[in-house]
DNA sequence: TTTCGATGGATGTCAGACAGCTACGTTATT
DNA sequence: AATAACGTAGCTGTCTGACATCCATCGAAA
């Protein structure tokens, strides 16, 4: 019995079939049915019970499945981290965020770099759910992103480092007469002004927090438009339909000349930020330096 | 990056040699020292250093170590955790007892062999620190003995069941006019009557516990004699030359016709008795069971 | 309902890679 | 100088994976 039959096994438990399964181990059909019989021979066991074309586990092939999992994260982790021993801090380094935390990447990255010459960055994006994903299947070790982190999976798996939060501003078209001569807006004072809400089925946390604070100065805010996108957001803002709020970070992804930012004082919510990390896997000594730039940075905002 | 190569690197590891390290793996010193550098390559680190003849683990071999072994373990278990689901309850279940405790077992083999005939049975005498080591190693999966286990390792790393405990008698000859009216003796009337203690550097737990029964109430036994063996101490009394106090079922091994065995009523204390295993080990399911025969049939004492 | 084609698992045969053995050379220790 | 131990080279046998083939099942079409 060795790590690489159980791996046969875990990929044959997962596809369910061994015609496809070989295809994600890059070998042929018959070498890995083969290969499964010699472990069924050798544990005397039966591992799956075969049904016309599709196979499903049995009890023991069950009990198997989990610790072979545990078996085979085990040793991965163990390569890495005595890889890791001598030859220091290099590879690829990959990170997930959303796409409205992107913008905090490029300056830390480049600090990084300086540092750590030799490691290369994969820059993953997409929703809490998918980056979920992507963690467990160790596509990312880490995820920018805002907190709280809503995946598939409970918060407990995680460990999280709180990154300074990010104000809220206000964004306008940079051609209307919107007091240009003072730099900042009250929000109570926007009560009648036609907004564009950022807002997306995964992503409702940052309009809840604008509409809750308006609700707090005593006005129901007049959002005439819920968009997902926030380059569109910002095309409808320029195109006069409307103002909008968003965190300040967001709109450092965009030089776009025909909007301006304002600060909003009388907001007391901010957007939370932080990195996340899965808590009990082996964590590569770049992934723990960056963590720890981030760490040591934070108080620089 | 397979579990035979980390076999052959603890081998080596624990031999700090690669001729002797072959010999226990039955190869020959050449493939293992190929297997070695192959391994050191794949991993891009040096393991060991080579000070003449004598190879040390650099920190990348210290690590890889104690992760080889985990893994190597799981690995173990996990086969015969699988094997045992189908097969049922046979195979080989390795006890050590210590000497004053073998007598508990015969019955209860009996009894459980009825019950799994399949299942055979190697036992192994020894001390607490040598029944410590065998549970390390993996040669005994329980040990009956007397509590607390005291082995070279942290009581917290062992389960146990505590059995009923046993209670202490009076040997005398049976020669002697020792108040034969009676089934029991006072031990407060025995103050100035010569005791033969048993004693040994390992076990003193027995003795300590008659002597301090002796003090609570109220005088200092006569012990005339220490001896490490139950056979010569019985022996010491059939000649006459004193009394001694034993739990009863220590006398069960014995079948003498010249001794009597006498209950001591204001004895309080008793020797506790017990089953130990590992804690976070795996524990094949004869184990298992025959630990719950103990666990039934307890309050059969 | 029957037939046919597609899909997928199991078995046989063969070639190449790899593990282990023997022989030998080199280095370190006694 | 003799012995012990590690490393290298060459050889052999075993095992793994590829290709070929057969059998069973399923789904679609007639």
């Given at each position: 019995m060795d790590v690489r039959q159980l791996r046969y096994f875990?990929?044959?438990?997962?596809?369910?079939?061994?015609?496809?399964?070989?295809?994600?181990l890059?070998?042929?059909?018959?070498?890995?049915?083969?290969?499964?019989?010699?472990?069924?021979?050798?544990?005397?066991?039966?591992?799956?019970?075969?049904?016309?074309?599709?196979?499903?586990?049995?009890?023991?092939?069950?009990?198997?499945?989990?610790?072979?999992?545990?078996?085979?994260?085990?040793?991965n982790e163990t390569v890495t981290e005595i890889k890791e021993i001598d030859q220091g801090i290099q590879g690829m380094l990959s990170i997930g965020s959303v796409f409205s935390?992107?913008?905090?990447?490029?300056?830390?990255?480049?600090?990084?770099r300086e540092r750590y010459p030799r490691v290369t960055f994969k820059i993953l994006e997409g929703d809490h759910v998918v980056l979920g994903e992507y963690l467990?299947?160790?596509?990312?070790?880490l995820v920018v992103t805002?907190?709280?982190?809503e995946s598939n999976y409970d918060i407990s798996n995680y460990e999280s480092l709180r990154l300074p939060s990010d104000p809220f501003v206000i964004v306008v078209p940079k051609k209307r007469n919107w007091r240009q001569t003072e730099s900042s807006f009250l929000l109570k004072d926007l009560a009648t002004t036609p907004l564009i809400a950022l807002k997306s089925d995964k992503t409702i946390q940052l309009n809840e927090k604008i509409v809750n604070e308006c609700r707090r100065l005593g006005f129901e805010p007049n959002i005439i438009c819920e968009c997902s996108s926030v380059s569109i957001t910002i095309a409808l803002v320029i195109a006069g339909i409307g103002v909008t709020?968003?965190?300040?970070?967001?709109?450092s992804a965009f030089s776009v000349a025909d909007i301006e930012l304002f600060d909003l004082p009388d907001i007391t919510v901010q957007s939370?930020?932080?990195?996340?990390?899965?808590k009990n896997r082996y964590l590569t000594k770049k992934a723990q330096r960056f963590i720890e730039l981030f760490e040591s940075t934070k108080e620089n905002y």
């Open positions: 875990l990929a044959i438990a997962k596809e369910g079939q061994i015609t496809r399964a070989a295809k994600t890059n070998i042929e059909q018959p070498p890995l049915s083969r290969q499964l019989k010699l472990i069924e021979e050798e544990l005397g066991v039966t591992l799956f019970d075969r049904n016309g074309k599709r196979m499903t586990l049995t009890e023991a092939g069950t009990v198997l499945q989990a610790k072979a999992e545990a078996i085979v994260r085990q040793l935390c992107v913008s905090l990447l490029p300056e830390k990255i480049a600090f990084f467990e299947d160790r596509s990312i070790e805002r907190l709280p982190f709020i968003l965190p300040k970070s967001v709109l939370d930020v932080g990195i996340i990390w899965l």
